[in-house]
């Protein structure tokens, strides 16, 4: 689903701010990528997946999302800040977290 | 058929907030405010009243409530006084702030230390610039009128500011006054039913009360400032309205025989009323004096009040509070600060008195107007004038 | 069709999630784990009154918002007398028929400083009025936001910037403050503690303390690696070892009668919960049994309540 792009604080006049600076549109945040503060990011092995959603349940981000087609449970890496505890609790070891390389 | 009863200015106010059918109130006792919450109390008990009475256990606690309150849509009053102001302090900049039209009665009361639960205006000073419309009552008529009127304004879509409606302790709150009730038909005839856009509410969740950055806070601030100047507008258009409903018409500044009035003084409150006897004897051994009561204080009637006093060669300012290692009263400071750039304009000359209850008489503001024209002719090393405090006063130096 | 919830052993656990990714906690945050698992547990139909905190801050920058439901911030000590205020206010308009019927929860949201500290206040009023809404505690033992100073909360022995470790000083001297006991002696009908280790029985409470018309109470375990010094990937863990080791145990008090949720027949020692946390590093030996004295007197004192007052024990009153 395409995010919205929308205006930074910085770019906003007085004039823009609604009353009471009161925010209509929920759950507007989500334009902001916190994926970027990432310094190790986690990698699936699909073959010991057990499919048990433990990590999407435990992801403090809402980085890993709903299963896929194949009902795996994949990291959105525009959102997951690389803590590591899909790692730690994930009951099979099947997540490890790898170092993020410079491009 | 309106109806002429006695009534304190503290039951004048419960019953206009339940001719006003408030859905919320939040109030914590204090003297001399305490009339206020008991009646309501009272009123709810009997049905008079279908409200949510929230008996809070703080006045942090009581205005906090109202925000709920008010974030949720209901028409929401509440009142205090003196300490109970100051400890809601940061509350009060936070429900301007965030645009809930609560309307406050504040019964006027002296702030401690030493303790005092008598009247002054202490209590107003420390809140003027906390961004709420406020207005004060010179008798129990305007302690009712003012406060259905609060509601009118407060709501408006065009305006959403809280509205604080000052009357003195004791003076006014307990003292009965002969007021003149309307018809319920009529207030429901001024009062809109209140429909605030952007109430809590699952089917369309906003979030009230983000936080600043360094990169958005000024703008919300000057937004802020632009709508409360903007309110004066609506203003005056709920006292027009008010006056072809219930016959009283009410103005920013009330300028009592000042035609050609050479010495005014400039009173708020309840010792307008005294200042207009003492004005009388006066004028009626042929001095040309004349007095003005400032009603509306906050968005501060500027062009009012240059208005007023066009003509005038002295301006006596009555302040009934300090503003300690200020330049004066308050409200004087205020007052020459709006006619420093007017090219030709009184002499302002600077008074306090009637604090922590300290009552001033006829007399008392006769002398003010003597003593007021003394030091306009004559000047003094005192940036303040006093009256009634025993003990010779100097020493208010710059 | 996508699948509203998803099945997780015996749970049906909702995919909505009610909080945006793009928040701004701290990597490895337990609080906000904790959070988005409690708006599970929640739904959509709430008013949330949330504190000053770490949760107001890095859901709330303007111009936007994490939030998905409707949310109010105010100040920091009066999230539970704004909860009044919004209960009252809906169920009075709903009453004069101003607004149609609708079943709305009032939440507050505050942590450990603005509740233990600064908001007790506020709280003892709001439960002791019976104001029908939930009370969220979210407890990371210090004010983190700020920078990790110390509150009522934090640990004996627990370092924090205002009450920190030294040459002359354990860090802090005194005992976590009881909250839950507080509460549960205003006598309101449910008081929990729950923790982000223990994620069912977390939304479990919840929802039964969002059911009960009247005042609740659930207090949440909020791991913070930043001021616990513990690494990111270890919230959840150490919010299990909090648990299995009694420092934080999971109750229940429905009514006065409580009910113990997790009673490990052998509990692992302190030492296992205060290790991987650099809040604790200084603390030597002799602390370190002092602090497992103090938890198993404490435990057992909790273990001979649920004996007396127990859900299971009969009473003539309660019937």
Redesign the interface.
Known sequence: MAKKK?????E???????????????????????GD??TQRPILDKKKCIK???C????????IK??DKEGYYVA?L??C?????C???CPVDAIT?VEEEEK | MSKRVGLEASHAAAEAARMADIDVTAAYPITPQTHIPERLAEMVANGELEAAYIPVESEHSALSACLGSAAVGARTFTATAGQGLELMHEVVYVASSMRYPIVMVVANRALSAPLSVWGDHSDAMAVRDTGWIQVFCQNNQEAFDLTVWAFRVGEDPKVLFPVMVHFDGFSLSHVTEPVILPEQEEVDRFLPKFRYPFALNPDHPMTHGAFGPPDIYSETKVAQEIALRKSKAVILQGWQEFGDIFGRYYEPVESYKTDGARLLVLTMGSFSETAKAAVDIKKSSGESVGLINLRLWRPFPFKELRQAVKGAETLVVFDRCISFGGPGGPVCSEVRSALYGEKKRPAVVSFVGGMGGRDMSVEDFEYVIDRGREVAEKGSPELFETVGIRGEVTGIRG | MEATSIKMGKNRVPVEELIAEGHSFCTGCGEVLALRLACKALGRNVIIANATGCIEICTSPLPVTSWRVPWIHTLFENTAAVASGTEAGLKVLMKKGKIPQKDIKCVAVAGDGGTSDIGLQALSGALERRHNFLYLCFDNEAYMNTGIQRSSATPYGASTTTAPAGKFSIGQTTWKKNLPEIFVAHNIPYVATASPGYPFDLMKKVKKAAEVNGPTYVHLLSPCPTGWRSPSNLSVKLAKLAVETAIFPLYEVENGRYTLNVDPPTLKPVEEYLKPQGRFRHLLEDEIKEIQRHVNEEYARLKAKVACFGASTSSSEQG
């Open positions: 929308l205006k930074a604080a910085s906003l006049t007085w004039k823009d701010l609604e009353i009471g600076n009161i925010v209509k549109e929920a759950g507007s945040a989500s334009a902001r990528r916190t503060w990432r048990c959603a433990l999407w349940l435990n992801c403090p981000d809402v980085a709903p299963p959105d525009d959102y800040k690389g803590c590591g505890i790692a730690e609790i977290m």
